[in-house]
Structure formats: structure tokens, C-alpha cells
């Protein structure tokens, strides 16, 4: 409790209390006196695309991994024998016993306009619609950097896990005794499914709608390691203080997130996602 109260809650006031100071544009240095001069520079129309631009991917990225993550999770609730739902349970944590960095280079090299998916495609016939998909514009015309859809392919595989765990102990919590009171009243197998397991489960994909959404929100390593000149909400943060150590603005750009979250978990919290954790 101290820990929370000193440490991360301190940060957090002390990002706020940044935010309404402003950076002197000619000194370029900070000053401490309270205004809303930064929150003002927030809401100009570049700023505010790049919170809209990281919201939508994030959104994206959440109902992606939702609709991946349900029936593999299904299926290891209700049907995976025991043997196999613990090669199942190993198979879904491997990728988080490897380092993030290296997960998200090994999609790098994979993506690629020189990777293996490239290759393979070459072989195809497909690369130009490959191309277009992937390797839209980037910094420098490098060929490393990856249109918005290249970077939610990489966002949705290094967050699924995150998804597949919540709903799959959400599925196990679902009493057999219902679904076999269902199926007795003369319900068919997909009422039964429509009507009782995806309720009592939705808690589960909210939980896990938890992780993913935050985690992409605020995210910097694969923008900044995959991505083109667009911005997202952590490059930005990053930029503004490490570049050009306009830290107030980069304190704003935080407390969006923060607020964005803190909406989002009143309203799981109002589908029971808590219970589901």
C-alpha cells in the first residue's frame, strides 16, 4: 500500500502537476507557474489525431484479439482434454517467456520488405498487394516501416495472450449445470450459446479487453520500432521529453491515457470484468 501510495500514485500526481506548467518557446525552458497553455497546445488538430489515431488502433486491436481469442478459448474450456489444454496453456504463454524487444523485431524481420512473409509472397504473385498492405510510406522510405495495418498484425500477436487467459477462466467459471438445464428445456446448442455462455463469459472478454486496450494505448516500442511518420500517444511522450524536453506537453499527452482508462474501467467494471481477472 505504501508502495502504491508513494511510488506509482506520486508519479501519476507528479505527471498532472507537469502537465500545467508550459515550455518557454523562447528560453526552452519550463515554467513553473500554473496554466492551461499546454492543455490548449493538446487540443490543436495534430495533437488530437494522434489520441484519435492510438484510440482506433487500440480499439481495433481489442476486438481483433476478442474475436481470435473466444474459440480457442472455447475450446480449451469445454472440449481440450486435460493433456491437451496444458500443451494449449504452454503454447499460449510461450511467446511471453521470450523478451517483448525480441518478439517485436522478430516481426520486424518477418514483415519486412526483404522478410520471409515477402518472400513467400514473391513466390505467389502477391507482393504488390503485400506492398499495399504493409509497406506504405515511412521515415525515410525505409523499408522497415510498416502501414498502420502492419503494425496491428504485430499489436494483436503480442497482446493475445493477454485475451485468450481472461476468457478462458471466465468459460471455466460457466456452471455445466446450466448449459444442461438449457439444453433440457429444448434449447438448441447455438441458443444455448447465445443465450448462456457468451453472457455469463462476456466478463472475461471485458477483462481481458482490459489489457489490451491499455497496454496498445500506451505502447511506444512497436510505433517507434515499425511504424511511419504518423504518431501515436507513447512516441509522442517519448519525443517530447526525450527530444525536445517539452515535458509538460509530454505529462499532457500521459494524462489522456489516464483518463481514457479510468472511463474504460468504470465501465468494466459495470460488466464484471473484475470478477473475471
Known amino acids: 500500500m ?8 506520486g508519479s501519476l500526481f507528479a505527471l498532472l502537476i507537469n502537465s500545467f506548467f508550459y515550455l518557454d518557446g523562447f528560453t ?4 513553473h507557474q500554473f496554466t492551461l ?11 488530437m489525431q494522434i489520441i484519435l489515431r492510438t484510440v482506433v488502433m487500440a480499439g481495433a486491436v481489442t476486438i481483433a484479439d476478442a474475436l481470435i481469442a473466444f474459440p480457442l478459448a472455447y475450446y480449451m ?5 486435460p493433456k491437451l489444454k ?14 517483448y524487444l525480441v518478439r517485436v523485431y522478430a516481426w520486424k524481420l518477418i514483415l519486412a520488405k526483404e522478410g520471409i512473409l515477402s518472400w513467400f509472397v ?15 510510406p515511412g521515415i525515410g522510405g525505409s523499408s522497415l516501416s510498416l502501414s498502420p495495418i502492419g503494425m496491428f498484425i504485430v499489436f494483436t500477436y503480442i497482446w493475445l495472450p493477454y485475451m485468450i487467459l481472461p476468457i478462458q477462466t471466465a468459460l471455466e467459471r460457466v ?5 444442461e438445464a438449457s439444453g433440457d428445456l429444448g434449447a438448441k446448442p447455438p441458443a444455448t450459446f447465445r443465450f448462456i455462455t457468451l453472457p455469463l463469459s462476456f466478463p472475461g472478454v471485458v477483462a481481458g479487453s482490459i489489457f489490451t486496450f491499455s497496454l496498445t494505448l500506451g505502447d511506444f516500442i512497436v510505433p517507434l520500432s515499425l511504424g511511419n511518420s ?48
Open 2 to 9: 505504501l508502495y502504491m501510495l508513494v511510488v506509482y500514485l
Open 28 to 31: 526552452g525552458k519550463i515554467v
Open 37 to 47: 497553455k499546454t492543455y490548449a497546445e493538446l487540443l490543436q488538430s495534430s495533437n
Open 77 to 81: 474450456a469445454k472440449h481440450a482434454s
Open 86 to 99: 496444458t500443451w494449449l496453456y504452454i503454447a499460449v504463454t510461450l511467446p511471453l517467456w521470450s523478451s
Open 122 to 136: 514473391n513466390l505467389l504473385g502477391l507482393d504488390g498487394a503485400l506492398n499495399w498492405l504493409l509497406h506504405l
Open 175 to 179: 456452471p455445466r449445470s446450466f448449459l
Open 230 to 277: 504518423r504518431f501515436f500517444i507513447g512516441q509522442a511522450v517519448y519525443s517530447h521529453q526525450g527530444t525536445s524536453g517539452n515535458i509538460p506537453l509530454a505529462a499532457a499527452f500521459t494524462v489522456g491515457p489516464v483518463v481514457i482508462m479510468i472511463i474504460y474501467l468504470l465501465i468494466a467494471r459495470k460488466f464484471g470484468a473484475f470478477d473475471a481477472l
